[in-house]
């Protein structure tokens, strides 16, 4: 899936760059889209798993969001986002931020349901399936659950 959004003055900090917390309800916001496409359900966050900001988004700029579900277990779902900034009067785009979450998919009484596996097809989406165990033990370890 992918988004597209113009930053704005009001989106941006002291810098006219954008707020991260901004990027961050982008991300949520496009993650937890991704996630209901492919359960074909509602769902809710989990976690946000990972965030890493490598550059920043200036007034002006269109941001660009894709994101793809990389791994799944019973009923929940780990979601890839990348974010490039695009100054379109240039032509230059650079990646600012990239992030993993994790959003469960629940039925009409909020309980986790069950979701469809995944068959990765890049090259991208296989190396992200292929490490996604790891990154599920991470979480695991982080949560204390061990």
Avoid: C, W
């Avoid at 809710?44 to 920043?56: E, K, P, R, W």
């Avoid at 700029?61 to 379109?88: C, P």
Wanted: charged share 25%; hydrophobic share 40%; glycine share 4%.
């Amino acid at each position: 899936m992918t988004q597209t959004r113009l930053v704005l003055p009001p989106d941006t900090n002291h810098m006219d760059t954008i707020f991260g917390g901004k990027v961050l309800a982008y991300i949520d916001e496009i993650a937890a889209l991704t996630a209901m496409k492919h359960s074909n359900s509602v769902v809710v966050t989990a976690s946000i798993d990972s965030v890493d900001f490598m550059s920043s988004a200036q007034v002006g700029d269109a941001l660009t969001l894709e994101a793809f579900v990389t791994s799944t277990g019973r009923s929940s779902m780990e979601v890839y986002v990348k974010v490039y900034a695009d100054n379109l009067l240039i032509g230059k785009q650079e990646m600012t931020t990239e992030s993993f979450l994790t959003m469960v998919a629940v039925d009409e009484n909020r309980r986790p349901k069950e979701v469809p596996k995944i068959i990765p097809e890049t090259d991208e989406e296989k190396r992200l399936f292929e490490t996604a165990d790891s990154r599920k033990q991470h979480r695991k370890n982080r949560a204390g659950l061990r």
